[in-house]
């Protein structure tokens, strides 16, 4: 039965290459989704596609205002990473399943039962209250 957290998929999701779709990535460098999209495109090798409401190209990359508007050439995708809060969240996991996405990352302090039983329904990997940055970390403590 699939699980939240699962430290087999996180390991497969990051260290996997894919494409992720960053929610709430602006380019606003104080928000920790701006450093945390270079460390996924640029550490783990995979392709960033930013999803923000004003559709604003982040790192060189285009931006998009909904999961739905991602042209079919940039699918499929791998993992819906989420920068938006607990309240907002449910919408965005419902997006995600809607396209098709293989996987859906909550960030930490992001937390929402009731989307993450809908995605694991819908066959998604789920992984709650995490950080790609911070699991990088704990990777490379365990191997030193």
């Known amino acids: 039965m699939r699980q939240v ?6 390991e497969r999701l990051m260290s996997t290459p894919g494409t992720w779709a960053i929610v709430g990535l602006t380019q606003n460098e104080w928000r920790a989704a701006h450093s945390v999209a270079l460390t996924i495109r ?9 999803v923000n409401l004003r559709a604003e190209d982040v790192h060189g990359e285009k931006g998009y205002a909904r999961l739905a508007d ?12 989420c920068f938006v809060n607990s309240q907002r969240v449910g919408e965005v996991v419902d997006q995600a399943i809607a396209v098709g996405a293989k996987a859906v990352w909550l960030q930490l302090g992001v937390v929402d039962e009731a989307a993450v ?3 694991l329904a819908a066959g998604l990997d789920v992984v709650m209250n995490r950080c790609p940055e911070q699991e990088l970390w704990h990777r490379r403590r365990q191997r030193a």
Do not use: H, Q, S, W
Not at 42 to 50: E, H, N
Not at 70 to 81: G, N, Y
């Open 5 to 10: 957290n699962d430290p087999a998929v996180i």
């Open 42 to 50: 640029d550490v783990m090798g995979c392709r960033i596609v930013p």
């Open 70 to 81: 991602i042209p079919a050439e940039l699918r499929p995708i791998d993992v819906v990473d």
């Open 117 to 119: 039983e809908r995605a």
